[in-house]
């Protein structure tokens, strides 16, 4: 139980999901990578930021401007928090590099941010078939 709770979790912050998109078909619909200045724009002052795991769990984090990150993971056994730090990297890419104490477990990974109107997206590599997952940010 405890080695798929932490699988879950490696995946809570990756792009691959039960997307319901592609990079390329969200390129044709308008959507744009964000950059890293946007990214960094995006968490002055801070924000949450949440969405769902590949398998449906919810996850919700707190940026902070100091770039340390907390927050939780829930499923239906209950939630589990979260604490680490997270980074804009050279390539744009928003990272992630968390512990969850309860499960002694290390979450460490980088996602590229779409944006599509007001709409925000999460993809693992920025390849035309990398499939894209709903993120919402906050302040």
Partial sequence: ?????????????????????????LT?????KMSKEDLQKLHEGGLRYTGLTPGGLQFSQQHKPDGSLSGSITNSRGTASLEGKWTVDDEG?????????SLK??????????????????S???SPGALVAPKQFAK
Avoid: T
């Avoid at 044709?28 to 744009?32: A, R």
């Avoid at 890419?93 to 104490?101: G, Q, S, Y």
């Fill in 1 to 25: 139980m405890k080695k798929h709770l932490i699988a879950l979790f490696a995946f809570a912050f990756s792009g691959a999901c039960f997307a319901q998109a592609n990079v390329e078909a």
């Fill in 28 to 32: 044709q619909q308008g959507g744009k």
């Fill in 93 to 101: 890419r928003l990272c992630v590099d968390a512990v969850v104490p």
């Fill in 105 to 122: 477990a290390n979450v460490k990974n980088c996602v590229h941010i779409w944006k599509q109107d007001e709409k925000y997206f999460s």
């Fill in 124 to 126: 693992v590599d920025a």
